[in-house]
């Protein structure tokens, strides 16, 4: 089975910080990645498909891109509404995820 | 409005059976595959199963396989979770979402707001 690693498991950041969080395959993947956004007691939210295209509404701050077998989530400059817990997903497995905080 | 919703969550005891429901609207139900995924506690997010826009297949994560069975009406936009045999690992919220495919293989576009199960004596 392909194993995603997501790292870091939690990033503390400032409102205006670029982020970065990495998704790593165990194994060459196709580009069917996607990105989800998940704030405490709520649903996941769809951020990035096909590990690059953005989802309907979500802002253009958020960015998706791929490298071999290493996939990247970026935040260009980090909102208040943006604190949340991210995962990563391949086909059925999702990364363990990594809680954005406030620094 | 699309949008899914869940229902049938409960606490259960150990060994007992549930039947989860998902009632979809907004959107033509038999033109996706559906999932259930879900979230222990304090947990990330654990896929369950899928099933085929037709429902013709289904699939399933070995941690519920044989205990589980996964099903839809589409003409009642509803799908369905079987637990069977429940253990108090499979405390969680379980959500439904939809593919963004037919087959089960793409990204998940449109979740449900989840509904909780507890196995507990």
């Known amino acids: 089975d392909i194993q995603m690693t997501q790292s870091p498991s939690t990033l503390s950041a400032s409102v205006g910080d670029r982020v970065t969080i990495t998704c790593r395959a165990s194994?060459?993947?196709?580009?069917?990645l996607a990105w989800y956004q998940q704030k405490p007691g709520k649903a996941p939210k769809l951020l990035i498909f096909?590990?690059?295209s953005l989802d309907s509404g979500v802002p253009s701050r958020f960015s998706g891109s791929r490298s071999e077998t290493e996939f990247t989530l970026t935040i260009s400059s980090l909102q208040p509404d943006d604190f949340a817990t991210y995962y990563c997903?391949?086909?059925?497995?999702f990364g363990q995820g990594t809680k954005v905080e406030i620094k | 409005q699309v949008q899914l919703v869940e229902s049938g969550g409960g606490v259960v005891q150990p060994g007992r059976s549930l039947r989860l429901s998902c009632v979809a609207s907004?959107?033509?139900?038999?033109?996706?595959?559906v999932h259930w995924v879900r979230q222990a506690p304090g947990k990330g997010l654990e896929w369950v199963a899928v099933?085929?826009?037709?429902?013709?297949?289904?699939y399933y994560a070995d941690s519920v396989e044989g205990r589980f069975t996964i099903s839809r009406d589409n003409p009642k936009n509803t799908l369905y979770l079987q637990m069977n045999s429940l253990r108090a690992e499979d405390t969680a919220v379980y959500y439904c979402?939809?593919?963004?495919?037919?087959?089960?293989?793409?990204?998940?576009?449109?979740w449900g707001q989840g509904t909780m199960v507890t196995v507990s004596s």
């Open positions: 979402a939809r593919d963004r495919g037919k087959y089960g293989w793409d990204a998940f576009d449109i």
């Open positions: 907004g959107f033509t139900f038999n033109n996706n595959g």
């Open positions: 099933i085929w826009h037709d429902g013709s297949k289904e």
């Open positions: 194994q060459t993947i196709t580009g069917w």
């Open positions: 096909q590990a690059s």
């Open positions: 997903q391949h086909g059925w497995t």
